[in-house]
């Protein structure tokens, strides 16, 4: 497909911004595109990976700041060990032994997260430099991301097509419908890996940030942080997020969970009925972004570990300045658990959409009370 732009009629009137940046880098030829509303909220992100470089939103101030992890040199990007705003494919999160059976065939897959398979393999979806188009309406711009993924492309069997929209309207919603279609019967649990920080200024540890996700149960992990198949209750444990509390509130607490992961790495099943999955806010800032999605669960990773990538301004940076928030399926654990939500069969359609709404609140009087 021919990268382009289909403008609708009187679509040069409104406020809708979109633009196109060329980068050049190691031989590879990508494009970053840039999307904006009226309310000066703005998108980037590149069709190489899908990788979302910016979310810029305004605080209560009306300050304009970064709310995503972004490089300062895009050349890091190519390598990206940590994925930042990535789209994740064929499947999200680790896969058990990097391995599974479908239809009597065992599928062997890299084991590039120890001793799993993890976030699409060695070279998934973020590596990948996908087709674009754009579509420009009166209160909204849609950038359509193609990619077609070979049969056996990382171990996983079929070929496959996949289709991203990124979409932004004036209401301050971002969101991102994800489509796939296999030829043959396989694995799809597509996510995007952004990480997060509300207060725009990465040298802020993310524990002072306020965290709501709609779920009563988490998925146990073993040693190698995989699901065990076991769920438990939040209730009465450090992963009660179901009423809103900091995320530091209880993470240094001694327990066997947060231990493995060094912080908040797990997987929450989501509550279908709660139209708000997921809720960040930042006080001092006002800024929150609250998630809708129709999947079926949410991956919480506080960045617990960092290589000191340069970020930013050139900031290095360190452990726990942000939040990962994943909506995907659950990952694939011991002896295959969770594996039925991420088969597709041949000729069907994996579907599912991810909306993140920013706004702000004055939080200022309550620091008082």
């Avoid at 239809?103 to 060695?122: A, E, F, V």
């Avoid at 694995?187 to 990465?202: E, K, Q, R």
């Avoid at 900091?246 to 790495?265: A, C, S, T």
Wanted: aromatic share 12%; hydrophobic share 35%.
């Amino acid at each position: 497909m021919q990268k382009g732009m289909l403008l609708s009629k009187n679509a040069e009137r409104h406020c809708m911004r979109v633009s196109v940046k060329q980068n050049h880098l190691r031989g590879l030829v990508f494009d970053e595109i840039t999307i904006e509303n009226k309310q000066n909220l703005e998108v980037s992100f590149l069709n190489f990976g899908g990788i979302i470089t910016k979310i810029i939103v305004p605080d209560n101030r009306g300050q304009l700041e970064n709310v995503v992890l972004a490089y300062k040199d895009y050349e890091e990007y190519l390598d990206n060990p940590a994925y930042f705003g990535a789209i994740i494919g064929r499947t999200a999160g680790r896969i058990k032994d990097g391995e599974f059976s479908l239809n009597g065939k065992t599928y062997i897959l890299d084991k590039n997260y120890g001793p799993n398979s993890g976030q699409g393999g060695k070279s998934g979806f973020d590596k990948k430099i996908f087709d674009y188009t754009i579509t420009k309406e009166e209160n909204s711009i849609s950038v359509l991301l193609e990619y077609s993924s070979r049969d056996m492309e990382e171990g996983y069997p079929g070929e496959v097509k996949v289709y991203v929209t990124y979409s932004l309207n004036e209401e301050n919603i971002f969101r991102i419908d994800y489509e796939a279609i296999p030829t043959e019967d396989t694995l799809i649990n597509l996510t995007n890996h952004s990480y997060f920080n509300l207060s725009g200024n990465f040298e802020e540890n993310i524990k002072y940030h306020e965290l709501f996700i709609a779920s009563e149960r988490f998925l146990e992990l073993d040693e190698t942080s995989a699901p065990t198949g076991e769920l438990f209750e939040i209730e009465g444990t450090p992963f009660d997020f179901y009423h809103q509390k900091e995320i530091g509130e209880d993470m240094d607490v001694l327990d066997p969970q947060l231990k493995i992961g060094n912080g908040y790495d797990h997987t929450f099943l989501l509550k279908k009925e709660e139209k708000v999955k997921v809720r960040l806010a930042h006080r001092f800032t006002g800024r929150v972004m609250e998630i809708d999605t129709d999947n079926e669960a949410v991956v919480v990773y506080t960045q617990n570990y960092s290589q000191g990538q340069i970020i930013g301004e050139g900031i290095a940076l360190e452990d726990r300045k942000s939040v990962a928030i994943e909506i995907q399926r659950p990952p694939i654990g011991l002896r295959e658990c969770f594996k039925e939500s991420s088969i597709v069969r041949k000729g069907e359609v994996f579907k599912t959409y991810t909306s993140y709404r920013f706004f702000q609140e004055d939080f200022v009087e309550q620091l008082f009370f």
